[in-house]
T-cell receptor, first 112, second 115 residues
Framework: AQSVTQPDIHITVSEGASLELRCNYS??????LFWYVQSPGQGLQLLLK??????LVQGIKGFEAEFKRSQSSFNLRKPSVHWSDAAEYFC??????????FGAGTILRVKS | GAVVSQHPSRVICKSGTSVKIECRSL??????MFWYRQFPKQSLMLMAT?????????EQGVEKDKFLINHASLTLSTLTVTSAHPEDSSFYIC???????????FGSGTRLTVV
């Protein structure tokens, strides 16, 4: 069965510091991978997605993610975090039947 | 870009009543829509997948008679929580798949409180 693991429940970084959120997936075929961000009480906004091709994917708000098949990972990065990036981040894999399977999420706190 | 409108954003209902939540794709046709439930500080749990013009496919453990899903057109899916109870209080989110691209657009969610 498909699964997504986000090992960090909470992460705190200083404003201006770099960020990396980890995501590992389990999926038998070529995965379709996504990163979403959710602010409290809101829906999910797509940051970026990977289907094929270049393994380094650029997204919105200065985020990028790198697909590493050998490590079954799709980590999200940002070189300089802004206070407005504080939110919860979800990694997801496109699974059988076209449904998405989500990780547990990582809550990002930004300290000034 | 693709937009999904979900209404209402918040609803409070009395125990035993039914509540309908609407999910509309505004600028694209969604052959498939998904309904999720999210408990506080938890991830999204898929409840059901609905395809336009056919019956919804429910995930294991989801009561299909309690959570009625209708997907009568390519732009509208509804979730009706029937005979709601306090344990049904949760955040419900819909997602629509764009038929022309492998993308999923999410609604802004509905906070249901059953009192």
């Amino acid at each position: 069965a498909q699964s997504v693991t986000q090992p960090d429940i909470h992460i705190t970084v200083s404003e201006g510091a770099s960020l990396e959120l980890r995501c590992n997936y389990s999926y038998g075929a070529t995965p379709y991978l996504f990163w979403y961000v959710q602010s409290p009480g809101q829906g999910l906004q797509l940051l970026l997605k990977y289907f094929s091709g270049d393994t380094l994917v650029q997204g919105i708000k200065g985020f990028e993610a790198e697909f590493k098949r050998s490590q079954s990972s799709f980590n999200l990065r940002k070189p300089s975090v802004h206070w407005s990036d504080a939110a919860e981040y979800f990694c997801a894999v496109g699974a059988q039947g076209n449904k998405l399977v989500f990780g547990a999420g990582t809550i990002l706190r930004v300290k000034s | 870009g693709a937009v999904v409108s979900q209404h209402p954003s918040r609803v409070i209902c009395k125990s035993g009543t039914s509540v309908k939540i609407e999910c509309r794709s505004l600028d694209f046709q969604a052959t498939t829509m998904f309904w999720y439930r999210q408990f506080p500080k938890q991830s999204l749990m898929l409840m059901a997948t609905s395809n336009e013009g056919s019956k919804a496919t429910y995930e294991q453990g989801v009561e299909k008679d309690k959570f009625l899903i209708n997907h009568a057109s390519l732009t509208l899916s509804t979730l009706t929580v029937t005979s709601a109870h306090p344990e049904d209080s949760s955040f419900y989110i819909c997602s629509a798949r764009d038929r022309t691209a492998f993308g999923y657009t999410f609604g802004s969610g509905t906070r249901l409180t059953v009192v």
